[in-house]
């Protein structure tokens, strides 16, 4: 194991090189393992082919140091470089000034069903949706919902509602790269796409136990 | 539009049906019963018929038609063309999919300047854009071929790299990029079911399903209208039409399903 306690982006950038010279006796065309050229090549073709349009600015393709990461390494950073890269994203989080996570868990639910928001043809100002059931199981009365992300029927049943849970489902809504570097689910909070009162109400929505989650 | 209604009725009976976990099936089937009773019929062929017209039209600046326009396969040739494209075209020095170099022979054959190419690529259900005619014309004279996209020109390898590297890149608010729904095996969005475009035996089926018409939309959508949405629900700005970034993408995708057998513009939800 590495000694070093802040791997760089370099790293991170070298591990691919390695990765993609390893790869390039494979046939597979599949196979995905960017160089930093590859990468370099990619960014400089997002930035001059795209163009800002409504809500969506070309800013949002000034990518940070974990969407570097992720991407140098195809999301699939070595244990160490997710490690760091996890605990820069964990002391980001802020948790409620009031130390309590439980929202209502109706508008939770109204929320998980709402997938709009922060698209170029989205107004500004409106809030954001949770986009919960694109990807999860969640009430079991919703049926069309995703499998991108992992089922959380009965999520507040078998885990139980004890301010560490609290704590956890809502760190995990607010920044889920805080416990997986390269977790497909965005970062809620950390991003600015949900306020802390609607987190707390897809808290309740997946512990309360009057919610159907849990039922 | 009787289309329009028959299987938005069937299709909405399939989605509100009682579906259990494994609901794609029933809704899989709903929509492949529908395709069924339309047998041959798609929409797609209107958009079909005008092109021709179009295309045989003397037009623009130049007042010429595009039938001399070079799809690839020599000045004409129109059958068999779809599916040798995305490919290098020397004259252009670049990589196009078939909708660019369509648009390219408007600017180049009949002077149509590049701003009014641009002005309105993506039409609407009551007014069609001309792209949209002249390229379901284009690909429908493919129908019943095999997807045979060239892959040996140093350019179409360079394509196929970079639009997999932009596949793959993770922007925006929401971290997501193309791989993110369609990297994996299986994965659905709601009971939409997301082809795993990184694989050959999916990107086959997926590629050649577009340009398609859309029965929600009443109208056909093409590859490249996709890419622009796809990026749309990314979160990220919007990719320039016909830009390198987005037929190195569709290059990438279309190299990566190669083979398939190219049946006509789809008929979609």
């Given at each position: ?215 | ?211 398609a018409y859309r029965v929600s939309t009443s109208r056909v959508h ?45 008929l979609k939800r």
């Amino acid at each position: 194991m590495k000694t070093e306690k802040q791997p760089t982006l370099s790293v991170a950038l070298a591990i691919g090189v390695a990765t993609a010279l390893m790869a390039g006796c494979a046939t597979d065309r599949s196979a995905y393992n960017p160089s930093p050229e590859v990468i370099k090549h990619a960014m400089a073709a997002f930035k001059r082919d795209f163009d800002a349009k409504g809500a969506a600015g070309l800013d949002r393709l000034n990518t940070d140091k974990l969407q570097d990461v992720c991407n140098a390494t195809n999301s699939k950073p070595s244990p160490d470089m997710a490690a760091v890269v996890e605990r820069e994203q964990e002391a980001a989080i802020k948790l409620p000034a009031d130390g309590k996570f439980l929202g209502d868990w109706k508008a939770g639910e109204k929320l998980a069903q709402s997938g709009r928001g922060m698209t170029w043809k989205d107004k500004a100002g409106i809030p954001n949706g949770g986009n919960c059931y694109n990807c999860h199981q969640i009430s079991p009365a919703e049926l069309s919902y995703g499998t991108i992300g992992p089922s959380l029927l009965h999520f507040g049943k078998t885990r139980g509602n004890s301010p560490e849970i609290q704590k956890y489902a809502y760190s995990k809504i607010y920044n889920s790269k805080a416990f997986s570097a390269c977790s497909a689910m965005p970062r809620f909070g950390h991003a600015g796409a949900l306020t802390e009162t609607q987190i707390k109400d897809l808290v309740a929505l997946l512990l309360d136990p009057t919610s159907p989650v849990n039922k | 539009m009787k289309y329009r209604i028959a299987v938005l009725a069937a299709l909405t009976a399939a989605w509100t049906g009682p579906v259990l976990a494994q609901a794609k099936d029933p809704t899989i089937a709903g929509i492949e019963k529908y395709r069924e009773m339309l047998g041959d019929d798609n929409p797609a062929e209107l958009y079909e018929a005008r092109g021709e017209q179009l295309w045989k039209k003397k037009a623009g600046p130049k007042n010429a038609s595009l039938e001399q326009c070079d799809l690839g396969l020599g000045p004409g040739v129109v059958k068999g063309a779809y599916v040798q494209t995305p490919r290098y075209y020397a004259d252009a020095d670049r990589v196009m999919d078939m909708e660019t170099r369509i648009n390219w022979c408007r600017m180049n054959l009949q002077g149509v300047s590049e701003a009014d190419i641009r002005k309105r690529p993506f039409g609407s259900a009551d007014k069609p854009s001309e792209i949209e005619d002249l390229l379901t014309y284009v690909v429908t004279a493919s129908k019943g071929m095999k997807m045979n996209v060239p892959t040996d020109h140093p350019k179409e390898r360079e394509a196929f790299q970079l639009g997999q590297a932009v596949f793959h890149m993770r922007a925006g608010p929401y971290d997501f990029s193309c791989a993110t729904c369609h990297g994996e095996d299986n994965l659905r969005i709601r009971l939409q079911e997301l082809p795993n475009l990184t694989k050959a035996e999916d990107a086959k089926r997926a590629y050649v399903g577009w340009p398609a018409y859309r029965v929600s939309t009443s109208r056909v959508h093409t590859m490249q209208w996709r890419i622009n949405d796809c990026f749309r629900q990314q979160r990220l700005p919007e990719p320039r039409y016909m830009s390198e970034a987005v037929n190195a993408v569709i290059t990438y995708m279309a190299q990566t399903g190669n083979g398939a057998e190219y049946k006509g513009p789809a008929l979609k939800r």
